[in-house]
């Protein structure tokens, strides 16, 4: 009798899971809301891909603006890209190949940005689990947490930036494998995240020390204040003994804030100030309640709490400029937001959850579906998501080029 009910139930959860990938490709949309329908705990890796995949494809037209216009220009000159020594090597070399071989098949543009968005939201998901596997959460609880989540990383950022969004993703990943799980597997995924974007084997190095020192909330708050002054001394030194020409030089611009679309002399107005305010707020906010939260005395989480200390005292050594601390501020930021939905859930917080995560909800109406709008008003997501996704083979890298005559030099889209 038993037998026959877990086959029952067995074939039962195929059966959802046949009908939601069906009309996952007829509609994303329906798709997603009825995987979401009664969904439980033997759905979530197929809802892992859903949400994946849905915010990949609702981005896949959005136009080539701001940094993605700049990926374009990349993207075209892949196919001159040649290594001839080992000082060729830059930050960009990882994106060159995969760019090449995109050349190479054939494959149109717009699917780099499919492919970065993916892999973010994916394993930013992957990383949540590994937290939820370790914890008895409702399943309510954990998917308010999946909100919080996908709204922190930001899709329509990690579909302009690509590279550091996607890197930031494996290496939480990673990260919680190897201090939550003890897999060793955790290691490939770092390595894999510093492929992505080299500028991430900053925050892998202070992992790996965290596995070997370890302080308290409060002695790695002192010690995040002090470094903090010395910042500027600090990541000077890191600039000398990075062993790429290229890549070190392309540090120091950024230190110097070359290349970064940042003027340390410009003049803000009223509304922009709020702006860049609202924009920083969710990493200063998560911060303090880290700091300010109790110590959590489940042994699988000491770990955590400890590379989060040590991670903490990284990000503010690099506080030289704003670029390169809220950079690697929002590499930390979802495993912080992780470590604070355990405590939140430990001290009956799901109210103070729902709160923060109304807030950052509110940021990302106003930071990126409004100043961002471009991506929405000219990429059709809501034709993405609502109409089958065989839609994308009949679009063709000429109609996705015919954004470029309404974009100008500097990625910004012409009203």
């Known amino acids: 009798m038993v037998l026959k009910n877990t086959e029952e139930f067995d074939l039962n959860l195929?059966?959802?899971?046949?009908?939601?990938?069906?009309?996952?490709?007829?509609?994303?949309?329906?798709?997603?809301?009825?995987?979401?329908?009664?969904?439980?705990?033997?759905?979530?890796?197929?809802?892992?891909?859903?949400?994946?995949?849905f915010f990949s494809l609702i981005l896949l037209k959005s136009p080539p603006i701001d940094d993605l216009y700049r990926y374009l220009q990349l993207f075209d000159r892949s196919e001159s890209?040649?290594?001839?020594?080992?000082?060729?090597?830059?930050?960009?070399?990882?994106?060159?190949?995969?760019?090449?071989?995109?050349?190479?098949?054939?494959?149109p543009f717009f699917y780099i940005p499919f492919f970065y968005v993916?892999?973010?939201?994916?394993?930013?998901?992957?990383?949540?689990?590994?937290?939820?596997?370790?914890?008895?959460?409702?399943?309510?609880?954990y998917l308010l947490v999946l909100l919080g989540?996908?709204?922190i990383v930001d899709p329509i950022l990690a579909s302009l930036g690509l590279r550091f969004s996607a890197a930031s993703a494996l290496f939480s990943y990673g990260a919680l494998l190897i201090l939550i799980e003890n897999n060793k597997k955790g290691?490939?995924?770092?390595?894999?995240?510093?492929?992505?974007?080299?500028?991430?084997?900053?925050?892998?190095?202070?992992?790996?020390?965290?596995?070997?020192?370890?302080?308290?909330?409060?002695?790695?708050?002192?010690?995040?204040?002090?470094?903090?002054?010395?910042?500027?001394?600090?990541?000077?030194?890191?600039a000398d003994y990075i062993p790429f020409v290229n890549i070190s030089q392309q540090f120091i611009d950024y230190l110097d804030n070359k290349g970064t679309g940042y003027d340390p002399?410009?003049?803000?107005?009223?509304?922009?100030?709020?702006?860049?305010?609202?924009?920083?707020?969710?990493?200063?906010?998560?911060?303090?309640?880290?700091?300010?939260?109790?110590?959590?005395?489940?042994?699988?989480?000491?770990?955590?709490?400890?590379?989060?200390?040590i991670l903490s005292i990284a990000v503010c050594l690099s506080a030289m400029t704003s670029i390169v601390f809220f950079r690697y501020a929002f590499g930390v930021l979802p495993l912080i937001y992780i470590f604070m939905a355990i405590v939140f859930y430990k001290n009956k917080g799901a109210i103070s959850l729902m709160f923060v995560s109304i807030f950052i909800f509110i940021q990302f109406i106003v930071i990126d579906v409004?100043?961002?709008?471009?991506?929405?008003?000219?990429?059709?997501?809501?034709?993405?998501?609502?109409?089958?996704?065989?839609?994308?083979?009949?679009?063709?890298?000429?109609?996705?080029?015919?954004?470029?005559?309404?974009?100008?030099?500097?990625?910004?889209?012409?009203k």
């Open 370 to 414: 409004y100043i961002k709008k471009d991506s929405i008003i000219y990429g059709e997501p809501v034709k993405m998501a609502v109409f089958p996704v065989f839609q994308i083979l009949n679009y063709t890298d000429d109609e996705y080029r015919k954004h470029l005559m309404s974009i100008d030099e500097d990625g910004y889209y012409l």
């Open 187 to 238: 290691f490939i995924y770092l390595f894999i995240s510093i492929l992505f974007h080299l500028s991430i084997a900053y925050l892998v190095v202070f992992l790996l020390i965290s596995f070997f020192v370890n302080i308290n909330k409060k002695v790695a708050l002192i010690f995040s204040l002090i470094s903090l002054l010395i910042s500027g001394f600090f990541m000077n030194l890191v």
């Open 118 to 141: 993916f892999i973010s939201i994916y394993f930013y998901l992957k990383t949540a689990d590994v937290v939820f596997k370790k914890n008895i959460w409702s399943l309510r609880y």
């Open 149 to 151: 989540m996908v709204v």
């Open 265 to 309: 002399n410009a003049v803000l107005g009223t509304s922009a100030i709020f702006v860049v305010f609202l924009s920083r707020s969710k990493n200063i906010i998560f911060w303090i309640f880290y700091y300010f939260s109790r110590e959590i005395e489940n042994r699988d989480f000491v770990k955590f709490s400890n590379g989060l200390n």
């Open 81 to 107: 890209y040649i290594i001839l020594s080992f000082q060729d090597v830059s930050s960009y070399t990882t994106y060159y190949i995969l760019a090449k071989l995109y050349n190479i098949l054939g494959i």
């Open 14 to 53: 195929s059966l959802k899971k046949i009908y939601a990938t069906l009309l996952f490709s007829i509609s994303p949309l329906i798709g997603l809301f009825f995987l979401l329908n009664k969904i439980n705990r033997n759905h979530l890796n197929l809802l892992y891909i859903f949400i994946a995949l």
